[in-house]
């Protein structure tokens, strides 16, 4: 017997992707979705533990105080769990210890770098080694991209993906670490997807890329490849009435952010975690 999939989806203190993010999980597969509010889990009503698929959907976390997704990282590193002796980062580090899976899209992705969990060399979730910081353009860039999979990633979510147009929609989506971790990442395949242009060529010129993000990181794993971000919206492409040009081209019906959540749903049906 497969094993059953729930997915949950993370809300609350300026999230506002969690709808779409839910439905990408329903299409791919999920047996049970739940957009949870963050004070659930704080008041100890619902428990990362009754989930294997938790989803942090984009948004302004918190306004965006002291840099984007920074007060909810202290947060989530800081706020006991009411009537539990543990802090929800405890909780989180045993989700993690279980072998489950975490997908982290634009402000989740930041949330997610600084809260440790990402890039996480040498599976250490203690401390933030890098960060994503205001785009180069200086302002809110809202476009579409072109992405390249990196096949040697062991990645979960990008398994047999290669190329992806993906819109973005942020304004502190520029990748920064010390040249050391860069070369980590890059020495792990840690790089799962990059910006690139319409031929598929690695870009570091906007507005292909469109943050000027070091290396062109587009989305990053940690080492397991359970623990996945990017700044791309997979959850904005799932029909083909997503797609900026949908009156013009033929087009598959499903739109292509599907197929990362899909790879997700099989990948714990597999699992026997």
């Known amino acids: 017997m497969s094993r059953k999939v ?7 203190n300026g999230t506002n992707c969690e709808i779409e993010m839910a439905h990408a999980c329903k299409l791919a597969g999920a047996d049970t979705v739940d957009i949870v509010h963050i004070s659930e889990l704080l008041y100890g009503e619902k428990r990362l533990a009754d989930y294997s698929f938790l989803n942090l959907p984009g948004g302004f976390l918190d306004g965006d105080d002291l840099g984007s997704a920074k007060a909810g990282a202290n947060r989530f590193l800081h706020a006991p769990v009411r009537n539990h002796r543990e802090m929800l980062f405890e909780q989180l580090l045993r989700f993690i210890n279980d072998g489950k899976l975490i997908l982290g899209v634009c402000n989740g992705f930041q949330l997610m770098v600084k809260l440790g969990l990402l890039p996480a060399l040498c599976g250490d979730y203690s401390k933030q080694s890098a960060t994503l910081t205001y785009n180069d353009s200086g302002r809110f860039e809202d476009r579409w991209v072109y992405l390249q999979a990196n096949p040697q990633s062991p990645c979960v979510f990008t398994k047999n ?39 598929g060529n690695i870009s570091l010129d906007y507005p292909m890329n469109p943050n000027g993000s070091e290396k062109a990181i587009a989305g990053l794993c940690n080492e397991t490849g359970r623990l996945f971000g990017l700044m791309p919206h997979p959850e904005a492409y799932l029909h083909r009435t997503n797609h900026p040009r949908w009156t013009r081209e033929a087009l598959p019906e499903e739109g292509q952010g599907v197929a990362i959540f899909r790879n997700a749903v099989n990948f714990i049906r597999s699992s026997d975690f």
Request: proline share 2%; glycine share 6%.
């Open 6 to 12: 729930k997915a949950i989806v993370l809300t609350g």
């Open 161 to 199: 993906l290669s190329f992806m147009y993906l819109p973005v929609r942020h304004g502190e989506g520029k990748f920064v670490a010390r040249q050391s971790v860069q070369n980590t990442i890059l020495r792990n395949n840690l790089l799962a997807l990059q910006y690139c242009d319409a031929a």
